[in-house]
């Protein structure tokens, strides 16, 4: 049977769930370790997945983090020069100074302590000082996303999860259709609108929902976290394929 790729974010997600859920993940994931693929696609920095990795009984073969604006592959999180020019095209040299500019005009939002990537990070607690913001921004010609009711993002225009995630793909050599996404908050809403296979866990942010009602490819697990990728998991590696995992889906849910 052809490999399995596996592109699932981390919080809520790959690490969500109790602890036997999460060791149940990882357990099936060990077993099959040369028929699975397993890219982290986080919100979380290069440093925090390094950290990670040595915590964890199974490592990731690739990383994308940041939000999509940062990538690695292998053990040393090695750079992939496509992406790499790909990245550094899209955030020029004085890019964190217009963005801070902008928000300095908003104080609503405050930074986070933490960030990487080619990116911007903000928390913020009222949506609609938030969605002025993000509209000033867009003018400017950046992508905003805002997530779980905390999270502000300032993005390079096209470059999030899902679009660095098909790059990613591609600059390795990995098959798309053999590729299941797994997320639960509008961050991850970008890898469910690349038309690859997903699975919304049943914690999933209420946007996030609300936002993938009209995609038939995605599957909504009952299970949270972990339970929620080990579920669709091993429905889709067993069937093979798109139309396997989403024709036995609609099945379970029509004999239920």
């Known amino acids: 049977m052809p490999k399995t790729i596996l592109a699932t974010d981390l919080d809520g997600t790959f690490l969500g769930g109790n602890e036997a859920q999460r060791a ?3 357990e099936w994931i060990a077993q099959r370790r ?3 693929v397993l890219i982290f696609v ?3 920095g290069l440093d925090f997945m390094r950290q990670l990795a040595r915590e964890l009984p199974v490592q990731p073969d690739h990383v994308i983090g940041d939000v999509g604006t940062s990538v690695g592959t292998g053990a040393d999180f090695a750079p992939i020069a496509a992406l790499e020019q790909w990245l550094d095209a899209s955030w020029p040299a004085d890019t964190a100074r ?3 500019a902008i928000v300095q005009r908003h104080p609503t939002l405050q ?3 933490l960030h990487g990537g080619r990116r911007r990070s903000y928390f913020y607690g009222h949506a609609e000082p938030a969605w002025a913001a993000a509209s000033e921004l867009r003018r400017l010609g950046f992508d905003t996303l805002m997530s779980d009711n905390q999270y502000f993002d300032v993005l390079p225009r096209g470059v999030q999860k899902g679009s660095t995630l098909l790059r990613t793909l591609a600059a390795l050599g990995l098959p798309a259709h053999r590729t299941l996404v797994a997320g639960d908050t509008l961050n991850d809403l970008s890898m469910f609108q690349t038309g690859l296979t997903g699975v919304a866990v049943s914690n999933s ?3 996030l929902e609300q936002a993938i009602a009209p995609h038939t490819h995605v599957y909504r697990s009952a299970q949270p976290g972990a339970a929620g ?4 998991l091993q429905r889709f590696h067993q069937q093979g394929d798109f139309n396997g995992f989403i024709s036995g889906h609609r099945l379970s849910q029509t004999t239920v």
Do not use: N, T
């Open 42 to 44: 986080s919100g979380r």
């Open 229 to 232: 990728v080990l579920d669709a």
């Open 111 to 113: 930074p986070q302590p």
């Open 98 to 100: 217009q963005i801070d």
């Open 205 to 207: 942010e209420a946007a």
């Open 34 to 36: 040369s028929e699975i």
């Open 24 to 26: 149940a993940l990882y």
